[in-house]
């Protein structure tokens, strides 16, 4: 979890080929969500490419909800070339 400020943080995953599938994505930002509810997070949000949807169902199952489409650079990918991806965001109170 990476925070932006006191209130805001973004999270994410990056999980080998052979590790998809397992539910680790799933169980990883679960509990990640505990603990950003239990920091005071207000609103907590991930990033993810658009034509993976595996990564959209976890994201979907641990409440996240579709903010909208923008273009980011992914670390994990060619640097220094944005690509669109989905902006997927829980809030808590």
Same mark, same amino acid.
């Given at each position: 979890?990476?925070?932006?400020?006191?209130?805001?943080?973004?999270?994410?995953?990056?999980?080998?080929?052979?590790?998809?599938?397992?539910?680790?994505?799933?169980?990883?930002?679960? +509990?990640? /969500?505990? &603990?950003?509810?239990?920091? #005071?997070?207000? @609103?907590?949000?991930? %990033?993810? $490419?658009?034509?993976?949807? +595996?990564? /959209?169902? &976890?994201?979907?199952?641990? #409440?996240?909800? @579709?903010?909208?489409? %923008?273009? $980011?650079?992914?670390?994990?990918?060619?640097?220094?070339?944005?690509?669109?991806?989905?902006?997927?965001?829980?809030?808590?109170?």
């Amino acid at each position: 979890m990476a925070f932006e400020t006191s209130l805001v943080a973004a999270t994410g995953y990056v999980l080998a080929k052979d590790a998809w599938g397992c539910g680790y994505a799933t169980e990883a930002l679960s +509990a990640i /969500v505990g &603990v950003a509810r239990d920091l #005071g997070i207000q @609103r907590l949000y991930a %990033l993810c $490419h658009p034509g993976h949807p +595996a990564s /959209v169902h &976890v994201l979907e199952k641990c #409440g996240f909800e @579709r903010e909208g489409l %923008l273009s $980011h650079e992914f670390p994990n990918l060619r640097s220094g070339q944005p690509e669109d991806c989905l902006c997927y965001s829980r809030t808590f109170q």
